[in-house]
């Protein structure tokens, strides 16, 4: 199976860190955070990878290389234009012809995701997508699920605290059938207002895998300090 990492953002709110860096590459604990993504990947087998990328694709790209010194083999995606989650993973799919099941990782998270246990979950119930999910409490900044056994009926971005459907939020890892994606436009799109969103409306057979490892989120300065500071416990892990 070949995994798709976006690593292609912006990093705004994590300035003045990406002013000279790209978010792929800042370190935790000496080690880029893309970095962790790859030695997971690896760590269950999956080492065909395809790293979308954008801002200061080059410096990821001087990095990373082809993958050989860490033991995969990586191709690139180059976003041209913003094209949302959406329309990047569509190009992808397009570009690198990926007619079947395929991994989806957003590479601003630092998570040892159990890969594998995903993989066997989404080919046991024959799914169009199964979502790693972890629990928050904060659910206002994430993609909220609402559940029925471990099927996902429902998925709100960002909503209120209060109007949540539960506390179990997008993680940011996917098994995904191409045909799951065949509801989003050309062009510029979200996979999470436009795929995700459409569940309750669309019978679809999306399903959740619940991660019970770590999963720090990268995208602000806070986050990427309290990440910095709580790997300590999960390092040799």
Not at 80 to 100: C, H, R, W, Y
Request: net charge positive.
């Amino acid at each position: 199976m070949r995994a798709v990492v976006l690593a292609g953002g912006l990093g705004e709110r994590l300035k003045p860190l990406t002013n000279l860096t790209p978010k792929p590459l800042l370190k935790i604990k000496g080690k880029p955070i893309l970095e962790y993504c790859i030695d997971n990947l690896k760590k269950h087998k999956i080492i065909e990878i395809i790293l979308s990328v954008g801002y200061m694709a080059d410096k990821i790209r001087n990095y990373f290389g082809d993958g050989r010194r860490f033991g995969v083999n990586i191709k690139y995606n180059m976003e041209s234009q913003p094209l949302g989650t959406g329309g990047a993973v569509k190009e992808i799919v397009n570009k690198f012809n990926l007619d079947k099941d395929f991994l989806l990782i957003w590479g601003d998270n630092l998570a040892n995701y159990d890969i594998r246990g995903m993989i066997k979950e989404h080919q046991k119930n024959d799914g169009e997508i199964t979502m790693c999910l972890t629990s928050r409490e904060d659910v206002e900044n994430f993609g909220v699920l609402g559940l029925e056994k471990n099927r996902i009926i429902s998925f709100v971005e960002k909503p209120k605290r209060e109007e949540a459907p539960s506390n179990l939020i997008n993680a940011g890892a996917f098994v995904i059938n191409p045909r799951a994606l065949e509801i989003l436009p050309q062009g510029k799109s979200s996979i999470e207002k436009q795929c995700f969103e459409s569940i309750s409306v669309s019978g679809r057979k999306y399903y959740a895998f619940k991660h019970n490892g770590y999963w720090f989120p990268i995208d602000t300065l806070e986050k990427y300090n309290f990440a910095e500071n709580e790997m300590d416990k999960h390092m040799g892990h």
